[in-house]
């Protein structure tokens, strides 16, 4: 069993950036973060393997999102620079302790965290 617990959700005005944080409470073979927008299914926004700490993202928020971690307390963060207001959505944080060899297919987390609300104005 993963417990969660996602922080750093807020408002922000387009072009500005805010950092998602993620603490697991143990390691984990690969983390993600998705989002969901009301009326729409979630959408992968990054993820990584955290042994070797690579990541990936999808085109929609390439260079503009970062994936970073702390291996001293399993959490997981989200860089997210540069927010357009296409960008407002729940923001969830995932993790899998077994092997899976995609990190962007929702179905392979089977933890998930509460969810936090990512705002951001025109």
């Known amino acids: 069993q993963v417990q969660l617990v996602e922080s750093g959700g807020g408002f922000v005005q387009a072009g500005g950036s805010l950092r998602l944080s993620c603490a697991a409470s143990?390691?984990?073979?690969?983390m993600g973060w998705f989002r969901q927008a009301p009326g729409k299914e979630r959408e992968f926004v990054g993820g990584?393997?955290?042994?070797?700490?690579?990541?990936g993202y999808p085109d929609s928020v390439k260079g503009r999102f970062t994936i970073s971690k702390d291996n001293t307390k399993f959490a997981m963060y989200l860089q997210m620079n540069r927010l357009e207001p296409e960008d407002t959505a729940v923001y969830y944080c995932?993790?899998?302790?077994?092997?899976?060899?995609?990190?962007?297919?929702?179905?392979?987390?089977?933890?998930w965290g509460q969810g936090t609300q990512v705002t951001v104005s025109s």
């Open positions: 995932a993790a899998e302790t077994e092997y899976r060899n995609s990190i962007s297919n929702a179905s392979a987390y089977r933890y």
């Open positions: 990584m393997r955290w042994s070797s700490g690579s990541a």
């Open positions: 143990r390691r984990t073979f690969i």
